[in-house]
């Protein structure tokens, strides 16, 4: 249903999650419902100055069954349509929200507009739903521009709560109050009130002038996570470290980066670093950073050849994984890249 004349309108993707979703009478579990029951809900939409266009997944699906075929569909989707909109929504549930956020800010280059993700944690048809202002307000920032016409926030974000944040750097922290997700080491980018106030220092610009917007849509999902906990087993290291079919483990290390220091650990760590295997290291800590160096049991994480990935959520390091392996078949070249800043996902 677009008609793509305007070049100030919104093109609203609607892939599903609890915001579009109903109650079975019945079983009483929510399920998705169609689209034009949405914009019913929120006639306000029809209020602002900027048409909103929208586009509809088809299954709609519970974001906890979103797949990497998802972000390559809906990269693609904004590729087709980037020169027809100011900016792009995506309506997401908030189970993953992360996750597709952080893949998407990688897998689109040189973004000049904004792509906001958004849902809610009441369905938009109920009562006390937190989905009308958190879908109003995405729909202004997504068309808020500069006295020159430049999007004030070319970015990947989740807007939710009256907080605008980075998308990499987003965590689901509640899954039961409004107040769902925290940028733990990144400032907000934008916090709505009475009116809306964008937080230019905060803002990553990572078009590089005179190059075109572009997708990556080659994803190498080869990827395991490994979360440290007292007990855990050699066996347990073993299988995920050495196993076959795995190009690159995540270490859900302690505090500032700290593992076992057992010899039987630190040798696995050793041979999966000898066979090739990327190593890297992001912290169970909600906010701060990893450093090996503050530590003996660290050090010899970096002494074994992890590689360190400072202040990066679990989520934006699996994205960023997935995009740059995708593209690089040089596992040296993605431990390069894996330290340095991409997207504003890591603090430098
Ligand atoms: N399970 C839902 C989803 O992620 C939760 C939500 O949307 O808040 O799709």
């Not at 369905?123 to 500069?146: F, M, Q, W, Y």
């Not at 270490?251 to 990327?278: H, M, Q, V």
Request: aromatic letters at 8%.
């Amino acid at each position: 249903m677009s008609n793509p004349s305007n070049k100030s309108s919104v093109l609203l993707i609607y892939t599903g999650g609890t915001i579009g979703m109903k109650e079975d009478p019945k079983t009483k579990a929510l399920s998705p419902f169609d689209f034009s029951q949405i914009l019913q809900e929120v006639p306000e939409l029809g209020k602002f100055s900027s048409r909103v266009d929208s586009y509809t997944f088809d299954p709609l699906i519970d974001s906890s069954d979103v797949e990497p075929s998802l972000w390559i569909r809906l990269t693609e989707l904004i590729r087709d349509r980037y020169d027809d909109y100011a900016g792009f929504i995506v309506l997401h549930g908030t189970d993953t929200m992360a996750y597709s956020a952080s893949a998407l800010s990688f897998m689109l280059d040189h973004l000049r507009k904004p792509v906001i993700f958004t849902g809610s944690q009441l369905p938009i048809g109920s009562l006390r739903t937190d989905g009308k202002e958190n879908l109003i307000s995405a729909v202004e920032i997504a068309t808020a521009h500069d006295s020159k016409g430049a999007a004030i926030v070319p970015e990947v974000c989740i807007y939710f709560n009256s907080q605008l944040i980075r998308g990499n750097r987003a965590c689901k922290v509640n899954s039961t109050s409004f107040d769902a997700f925290r940028s733990p080491n990144w400032p907000t980018l934008a916090d709505a009130g009475i009116s809306i106030r964008f937080h230019e220092h905060a803002i990553h610009y990572s078009a590089v002038p005179d190059r075109k917007f572009q997708i990556h849509t080659t994803l190498d999902t080869r990827v395991a996570i490994l979360k440290i906990h007292p007990g855990i087993t050699e066996q347990v290291a073993r299988n995920v470290l050495l196993g076959d079919g795995i190009r690159a483990v995540i270490l859900e290390t302690y505090g500032s980066g700290n593992a076992i220091s057992k010899p039987w650990f630190t040798d696995i760590l050793r041979e999966a670093a000898a066979s090739g295997k990327i190593l890297l290291n992001i912290t169970q800590c909600l906010a701060g950073e990893v450093n090996m160096n503050l530590y003996s049991t660290g050090k010899a994480l970096a002494e074994a050849g992890v590689v360190g990935g400072g202040d990066m959520t679990t989520e934006g390091a699996l994205a960023k994984l997935f995009v740059l392996m995708g593209e690089y078949t040089d596992n040296e070249k993605v431990k390069e890249l894996l330290g340095q800043d991409l997207k504003g996902e890591i603090t430098k």
